[in-house]
Nanobody, 120 residues
């Protein structure tokens, strides 16, 4: 099995910043895509940003110019730098990784979720 451990969530005022991190560990041969999703109360889970192993990125329109996704392949870690936060960013944020193990078995794994609250 693979475990994704998230950190960095919390309460922040509008205009503030947070940096989320997610480290994967366990039976890992290679991690292909990694990403961040979020789910606000009463809404569907949505993609915030994702990144390939080679560094290609994709962002939701609502966060372009404010959020930056990055990864450190040597540490099996993905980050989400969130700047100029607005109340609409309030949600539970989930880390996702598509993992290939040494037996060439692959599947998606998810972190436990971390709460981000943007409020004055």
């Amino acid at each position: 099995q693979v475990q994704l451990v998230e950190s960095g969530g919390g309460l922040v005022q509008p205009g503030g910043s947070l940096r989320l991190s997610c480290a994967a560990s366990g039976s890992i041969f290679r991690i292909n895509g990694m990403g961040w999703y979020r789910q606000a109360p009463g809404k569907q889970r949505e993609l915030v940003a994702d990144i390939t192993r080679s560094g290609s990125t994709n962002y939701a329109d609502s966060v372009k110019g404010r959020f930056t996704i990055s990864r450190d392949n040597a540490k099996n870690t993905v980050y989400l730098q969130m700047n100029t936060l607005i109340p609409e960013d309030t949600a539970v944020y989930y880390c996702n990784a598509y993992v290939l193990n040494s037996l060439y078995q692959s599947r998606d794994y998810w972190g436990q979720g971390t709460q981000v609250t943007v409020s004055s």
